[in-house]
Structure formats: C-alpha cells, structure tokens
C-alpha cells in the first residue's frame, strides 16, 4: 500500500515535469511531498517518517544507486523518548541509505535530516499550536538537495570516488540517526573522505549569503570552496567541526565535514515552515556549488583532516543569558541582525523588532555575530543594559532587562 500511494505521487507529477523544464522542477516536487500534510511532521517513529523514508527509497532506487543500509535501504536504530517524561519509551527511527559505487578506494558521504517536529514535538517554537510542523525548509530541503546530486553524480561515470548518500532521521531529538550510523557503519569509517551535511539549504536570501561551517577541518576546504563559488554567491565560513546538526557525528571520527545552511528565520520549527515559501532556484544555485566542491574532493581523494576549536561550547557555555532573538548567521553587515525575535523574551519586551541589526550591547560595539555572544557572557539574569540598533537605517536606543 505505501508504496502505491508513493507512485501514485509521483505519477501526479509526471504530465508536467521533463528534463527540459527548470533544473529545480524535481527539487520543487520533493519538497512538497516530504513537507506535505500526509507525512504529518515526519516525527521520528510515527507513520509520516515511514512514508518519507520510503519515498527517499525509491528516488534512491530510481537513480539507480544500491542499497546500502543493514537491511535493504534502511538502517534502524532506537533511543530512549524524551528524558522529562514520566514514562520513558524507546523510539525507533530509520536512516536511509544509497550507494554509488565506483570501485574506489574512498568514498564521501552526503547526509541531510528528514525527520521533523510532528505535530510539535519537543523543540516547537510554537509549542501551544499542534497543528502540523511541515518542516519544509528544515529540512525537505536538504533532502532535496540531497536527492539532486544522487541525480547528477550517478552521471559522472569518471567519478573516481564512491559516494554514499544518508538520509537521516532523529536529527531533532538528538542526533540519533547519524550517532547511530558511524557506531554501526555499514561502509569502513576509515574509507571515508569526507562528509557534507545539507541542513536548511531553502531560504538563500535576497543577498544570496550561505554559511559553511567546518571549514577548519581540513586544511583542503578553503581552496575548493574558492574554486566552486559562483562570484553571485556571498559565503560565510565557520571553522568549526562542532555544531547542532548531523556533521558533528562524523568530525568526532576525525572526518573532514561540511556543513551548508541558509541560515534561521521566524518560521524555524513553527507550523509556518511550509513549502510555498522555499526558495528553489537557491537550492539548486546551493546544490550546485556542493556538486563542484565534491568533483574536487573525487580528484584530491584523501584530504588533511584537522581538528578545531569548539566554537558552539564556548558560545554557549559562556553566557548566562538570552536576548530570545535568532541571530541571522548569513548576515554579513557589521552588527548582529536578528532574524526573528521571540514573543515574551527580553529582546521582545525591550521593543525590538524582526530585522533590526543590534550594533551595542551596553558599552560594547557589536561587529559580528560573535561579538554579539561575547557581550551577553558578561551579564546576569535581571541585570539591564542598553540596547543600540539600527532600524531602516536609524538608530534607536532600548533598555533591556534579562
């Protein structure tokens, strides 16, 4: 039955797509149906994970990869439920995964999440709404992305690298899914060159800006995104390895990873992460710099792999306090824009509003993001400060008390 239901889909589909329409059609197709209402969320263990995971099994299927999970084209794995409940169950999730063979030596593995909040499991920012959490942008995008390079590298009979694609899910409650893989891997952890993560590739803004974290892992990745960077593309880069996504499961294997996002906005982990606002021809125009950097990891085959320093620990072990705002991380003016700000938080109390670009805490200039983070560390809960921002290019000035 489930899989009538996934032809029965694609088949709706196929009247109006062809290789000569937009390169994006296909994206646009995944990431209506796995942030359709039928997936209900795609929640780790619930009905809705199954359906996407089946779907994926097939696109992998049509694009003829092999299946290369512990059974079939799933590889399973379960964790114990939410630790603040009363009862606690073991949930049972499943990664999905495809092989491009090459008969080479080593292999890269591309990975993005597919697992969402449900109906607003734990980690809504809309906790009180219980309608479904579509997820689209966190994370069908990925998964469309994903999907897109199975596509287009599978074509590359001269690949002279192994690709293993990974479709993970549990991401939200932890992880999981990618924890699980490299403590059971079905490939040899020491065959793989390289990771890319795909998580959150579906808003590129109107000034094109991405963030690439883990560039510090290798001392390879510099060069190779400088070459595979259209010059209409603003890139931000992040040494670190460490991050709350699923390429942190492999630098702790010590592989060099990647990890490409578009960065948060007001819809992150609400309801209102629906597929009409993605940007597709951005997931492509992303897909497309991802594909050129992989062609260059096929030539090098082995690269250097380096440890970094743990910037997501510092950060969030050094202040005591919030403003309950969500930094843009693509933003590349000097300051710290926020992209959404929190109902009930300080920020919201103290009057700021989305897309003002916070450029003093107190006595402190705000440069970047990390001056932002700097500067919460030296206050406390119930201590107030001045605010200055910029908004519509005027300064204001608010007091804030956390």
Not at 363 to 385: A, F, P, Q, V
């Amino acid at each position: 039955m489930l899989n009538k239901i996934i032809l029965l889909f694609l088949s709706l589909f196929s009247f109006y797509y062809s290789p000569a329409q937009s390169d994006w059609q296909q994206i646009h197709i995944d990431v209506v149906y796995l942030a359709s209402e039928d997936l209900e969320g795609r929640e780790t263990g619930k009905n809705g994970e199954k359906l996407a995971a089946a779907y994926i099994a097939k696109r992998f299927h049509d694009i003829g990869l092999s299946p290369k999970g512990d059974n079939g084209w799933y590889h399973s794995f379960a964790f114990s439920s939410n630790p603040h409940e009363k009862t606690l169950k073991d949930v049972k999730g499943t990664n999905v995964v495809g092989f491009l063979n090459r008969k080479a030596k080593q292999t890269i593995v591309i990975g993005a999440h597919y697992d969402h909040l449900g109906h607003g499991a734990n980690g809504s920012l809309a906790p009180n709404d219980h309608s479904v959490h579509n997820g689209a942008d966190d994370n069908a995008s990925g998964v469309s992305s994903l999907l897109w390079l199975a596509e287009r590298l599978s074509k590359v009979k001269k690949l002279k690298t192994n690709v293993l694609f990974i479709a993970f899910s549990g991401e939200e409650f932890g992880l999981h899914g990618s924890k699980a893989f490299v403590d059971r891997p079905t490939i040899p952890l020491e065959s793989i060159s390289a990771m890319f993560n795909l998580d959150m590739v579906g808003r590129l803004n109107a000034e094109r800006t991405i963030l690439v974290s883990g560039v510090g892992t290798s001392k390879e990745w510099g060069a190779f995104l400088d070459n595979a960077k259209p010059s209409d593309i603003k890139m931000n880069r992040s040494e670190s390895g460490i991050g709350p996504s699923d390429h942190t499961s492999f630098y702790l294997k010590n592989i060099p990873v990647l990890h490409f996002f578009t960065g948060q906005h007001g819809d992150y982990h609400k309801p209102s992460d629906d597929s009409p606002i993605v940007n597709y021809p951005g997931i492509l125009d992303i897909s497309k710099l991802i594909y050129n950097t992989i062609i260059q990891v096929s030539d090098k085959q082995k690269l250097t792999f380096q440890k970094t320093k743990d910037e997501n620990k510092e950060q969030s072990a050094s202040f005591k306090v919030t403003l309950g705002i969500m930094p843009d991380y693509v933003y590349s003016g000097k300051g710290t824009r926020a992209d959404a700000v929190l109902d009930d938080r300080p920020g919201k109390k103290a009057g700021m509003e989305n897309g003002d670009i916070i450029i003093k805490v107190g006595d402190m200039e705000i440069k970047d993001i990390y001056d932002y983070m700097k500067s919460l560390s030296k206050y406390n809960k119930g201590d107030k400060t001045e605010l200055t921002i910029l908004r519509k290019d005027k300064e204001v000035k608010l007091i804030v008390e956390f």
